[in-house]
């Protein structure tokens, strides 16, 4: 099926932010695997598996509407060098992802090209109410009982 070519390029943008966070998730969930934070390392690996989810999702669909997949783009990586920056900088990135996101649900919705939306309208729940809340209360745990006490929660 014939796509529009703005969904389409929206799309392959899209698939650049879902590389990102990817390839993000994938080098912090490590760090914290070496660092012994083993809760943290099950949390961001599994994040990483979504992503990596939400990308083939995108890829799929790219497909199905007779485009090709952009695998060469990434956003700039934002590696943390210790917890709080690596969570903050997760959670930019969800933020980031969800800006774009609502941007193409839009466009979509105006390219009377449904089934894209919905597939983007489930990425958006991921990411606003698993992803990025999970961050969001990290951080609140990190303020609330400190950074020492909330390490030696995430040894596990």
Sequence with gaps: MKG???VIDTLNELLA???TAMDQYFIHSRMYQDWGLNKLYERIDHEF???KGHAAALIERILFLEGTPDMTQRAGLKVGKDVPQMLKNDLQLEYDVDKALKS???LCEDQKDYQSREILEQM???TEQDHAYWLEKQLGLIDKVGLQNYLQSQMG
């Design 49 to 51: 598996d979504d992503e």
């Design 17 to 19: 932010g879902e590389l």
């Design 124 to 126: 958006l729940a991921d």
């Design 4 to 6: 529009n070519k703005k």
């Design 104 to 106: 193409a649900i839009k």
